[in-house]
């Protein structure tokens, strides 16, 4: 930990090269058809030092859960890959304190180190955080490699209460 706090953000300093002509291009996937590399619970509690952010996770992921745009029957979630870097994926969480605020959480990745993740950046107020990581990458992290992006319909909970909430609309829109 000590060793982190005098460290910069590498991930900030790579971003922030490719902002005005040399923006980075990004492009919406389903995560579900996504290659991320598999992390244990223990590993990203390694990583984020702290059981807060991991508590978070799941709400930021139900959030995020949509209705596919190819099968109406099916969820997804959506991450954005970078066009140019295939070491990157990011995903857009709401602000907990603001409706009207969303905050960025990227991670950069090598599928073939032992200890995969080798940095993330979010645009949260914990920032360019080196020694732990907000609960936006946490749950990003904890979506893509502990859950394998997985949504389960069949009588989970989550999915049943954002059926339950979609119906509601849907009912509220005819009236």
Same mark, same amino acid.
């Given at each position: 930990?000590?060793?982190?706090?005098? =460290?910069?953000?590498?991930?900030?300093?790579?971003?922030? &090269?490719? =902002? *005005?002509? =040399?923006?980075?291009?990004? /492009?919406? #996937?389903?995560?579900?058809?996504?290659?991320? +590399? +598999?992390?244990?619970?223990?590993?990203?509690?390694?990583?984020?030092? *702290? /059981?807060?952010?991991?508590?978070?996770?799941?709400? !930021?992921?139900?959030?995020?859960?949509?209705?596919? $745009? =190819?099968?109406?029957?099916?969820?997804?979630?959506?991450?954005?890959?970078?066009?140019?870097?295939?070491?990157?994926?990011?995903? %857009?969480? %709401?602000?907990?304190?603001?409706?009207?605020?969303?905050?960025?959480?990227?991670? $950069?990745?090598?599928?073939? &180190? %032992?200890? +995969?993740?080798?940095?993330? !950046?979010?645009?949260?107020?914990?920032?360019?955080?080196?020694? *732990?990581?907000?609960? #936006?990458?946490?749950?990003?992290?904890?979506?893509?490699?502990?859950?394998?992006?997985?949504?389960?319909?069949?009588?989970? +909970?989550?999915?049943?209460?954002?059926?339950?909430?979609?119906?509601?609309?849907?009912?509220?829109?005819? &009236?």
């Amino acid at each position: 930990m000590r060793e982190r706090l005098t =460290t910069e953000n590498r991930l900030q300093e790579r971003l922030a &090269k490719h =902002t *005005g002509t =040399t923006s980075l291009h990004w /492009s919406k #996937h389903n995560a579900a058809n996504c290659q991320f +590399p +598999p992390l244990t619970e223990e590993n990203i509690h390694d990583l984020t030092f *702290g /059981s807060y952010e991991i508590r978070m996770t799941k709400s !930021y992921i139900i959030e995020r859960i949509r209705q596919s $745009q =190819t099968n109406e029957k099916e969820k997804e979630f959506l991450v954005k890959l970078c066009d140019e870097h295939d070491d990157l994926v990011r995903a %857009q969480f %709401q602000s907990r304190h603001s409706n009207n605020k969303n905050h960025i959480a990227t991670v $950069q990745f090598d599928n073939h &180190k %032992q200890q +995969p993740i080798d940095a993330w !950046y979010c645009t949260c107020s914990a920032r360019a955080r080196e020694v *732990g990581m907000c609960s #936006h990458v946490t749950a990003l992290l904890w979506h893509l490699s502990v859950n394998k992006a997985v949504i389960s319909t069949d009588n989970h +909970p989550l999915c049943i209460a954002i059926d339950q909430s979609h119906q509601r609309q849907h009912t509220l829109q005819r &009236k």
